[in-house]
């Protein structure tokens, strides 16, 4: 049992060292591919509100399109109504032949004055694209730095950073199911990742509380999963100060 313990504790801390290594490669990108997925969603918004921009303008200039076209056949509407006007035979076809003519001439006001408004949106309208196209110039521009800036930084790390989850991949393999998931709970609650401490100069590797001895000595005989009863971490060892033959101290893993 004891074993079998202690290759669990073995494998797991294995795991924690490569993503350790991971964790650093990522930190060194800091807050870079958050900045630039944050960019691309602004820029998308942007090219969003300019299509919705476009359609509108579109759709105004159909509705100016329709207003002309109601002008035009008022127009002609006018021209025979004053034809017929010349060859009335009483008041009565006279009067009701003006009204219609009135009638048409209303509608002309009207159309114009659609015409109008609707030629004022698209002004207004125009000029918020081009002040839209100002500003996705500007966030485009720091896209381009930014990606620029991202891809110097992985291509220094990109060829450690495929090793390194090549053998990640290996490694979960190796790790008991449970355990694995335990691990990855534990690693997305803790803020610097360490899901798998030692024992250090008495105190746990994560939270840095004091470790009783004797619970370190259980944690040295690797009989059973041990875990921080501050926070929770998974003890795999007990880091030992030993002296050598120069009175110089000197750390030895019992991992």
Do not use: W
Not at 30 to 42: I, N
Not at 96 to 108: F, G, P, V
Not at 144 to 163: A, P, R, T, W
Not at 191 to 198: E, F, I, R, S
Request: proline share 1%.
């Amino acid at each position: 049992m004891e074993s079998t313990v202690a290759q669990k504790l073995e494998a797991i801390l294995h795991l924690q060292n490569i993503d350790s290594r991971l964790d650093a490669i990522f930190k060194v990108r800091g807050a870079l591919p958050e900045e630039v997925q944050d960019l691309e969603d602004e820029i998308a918004g942007y090219e969003t509100r300019l299509s919705k921009f476009e359609s509108d303008i579109a759709a105004l200039g159909e509705e100016i399109k329709k207003y002309k076209e109601a002008i035009k056949e008022s127009e002609k509407l006018i021209k025979k109504y004053q034809e017929q006007q010349m060859n009335v035979r009483n008041n009565r076809e006279y009067d009701a032949i003006t009204k219609e003519l009135e009638l048409q001439d209303l509608e002309i006001q009207v159309s114009k004055k659609k015409i109008g408004e609707a030629q004022f949106r698209i002004e207004e309208k125009e000029k918020d694209i081009e002040e839209v196209k100002d500003i996705l110039k500007d966030r485009k521009h720091d896209l381009d730095q930014k990606k620029g800036e991202l891809e110097v930084i992985v291509s220094e790390s990109e060829s450690e950073e495929n090793k390194l989850k090549s053998e990640r991949e290996k490694s979960t393999k190796k790790v008991d199911e449970r355990l694995l998931k335990s691990y990855q709970k534990i690693r997305n609650n803790a803020k610097n990742g360490l899901a798998v401490v030692l024992v250090k100069r008495g105190a746990c590797g994560g939270c840095f509380n004091v470790v009783p001895p004797q619970r370190q000595a259980e944690i040295r005989e690797k009989k059973k999963l041990i875990v921080c009863e501050h926070c929770g971490r998974i003890f795999a060892g007990v880091e030992e100060e030993i002296e050598d033959d120069g009175n110089t101290k000197k750390k030895r893993s019992r991992a």
